[in-house]
T-cell receptor, first 112, second 114 residues
Framework: GENVEQHPSTLSVQEGDSAVIKCTYS??????FPWYKQELGKRPQLIID?????GEKKDQRIAVTLNKTAKHFSLHITETQPEDSAVYFC???????????FGTGTRLLVSP | EAEVAQSPRYKITEKSQAVAFWCDPI?????LYWYRQILGQGPELLVQ????????DSQLPKDRFSAERLKGVDSTLKIQPAELGDSAMYLC????????????FGSGTRLTVV
């Protein structure tokens, strides 16, 4: 079945460092790849997304890259801040944009 | 900013009891999803509606779970009887018919079965 793998499960960095989270997907027809940030006890919130016709997208300190050939995509956070601490989920669309399959999450801890 | 409304926010129920969750999507959003998120894991799709029709319920445990969206607007997810393993966050999300590909999630209902 459709599957999204996410690594690492936990990531600890010092404030100001960069953080990279990687995901791979199994469905070659996937064409939409969002990233969600979830703070403890709160709902997942969309922070950035990328479509299959684009290789890279950037929004201030956050960027996402996509390699369709290898079927993997990554989230890059630069100049991390303590408020970036949260669980981050990647997802890949199935059957066009109809359904999202989520990764298992990465707990990011940014220490001051 | 438009939001997806969910209630209740928290629910504690005893094993074998019935429990129901409610979701009101963003106005005009034709697609509605119910996801279950077990602590420490990613959300898993339970059921997807397009207007009032079920599009995908392949992961819904139909012996105990049911979902409906009778008028194509708000939706109810029911569990009967609840089991200990049902303890999780139940998230509702909605998406417009076209042009907006990102989901908007509600705040969820945290269910604890004791």
């Amino acid at each position: 079945g459709e599957n999204v793998e996410q690594h690492p499960s936990t990531l600890s960095v010092q404030e100001g460092d960069s953080a990279v989270i990687k995901c791979t997907y199994s469905d070659s027809a996937s064409n939409y790849f969002p990233w969600y940030k979830q703070e403890l006890g709160k709902r997942p919130q969309l922070i950035i997304d990328i479509r299959s016709n684009v290789g890279e997208k950037k929004d201030q300190r956050i960027a996402v890259t996509l390699n369709k050939t290898a079927k993997h995509f990554s989230l890059h956070i630069t100049e991390t801040q303590p408020e970036d601490s949260a669980v981050y989920f990647c997802a890949a669309s199935i059957r066009g944009f109809q359904k999202l399959v989520f990764g298992t999450g990465t707990r990011l801890l940014v220490s001051p | 900013e438009a939001e997806v409304a969910q209630s209740p926010r928290y629910k504690i129920t005893e094993k074998s009891q019935a429990v129901a969750f409610w979701c009101d999507p963003i106005s005009g959003h034709a697609t509605l999803y119910w996801y279950r998120q077990i602590l420490g894991q990613g959300p898993e799709l339970l059921v997807q509606f397009q207007d009032e029709s079920v599009v995908d319920d392949s992961q819904l445990p139909k012996d105990r779970f049911s979902a409906e969206r009778l008028k194509g607007v708000d939706s109810t997810l029911k569990i009967q009887p609840a089991e200990l393993g049902d303890s999780a966050m139940y998230l509702c999300a909605s998406r417009s018919r076209q042009g907006d590909y990102g989901y908007t999630f509600g705040s969820g209902t945290r269910l604890t079965v004791v």
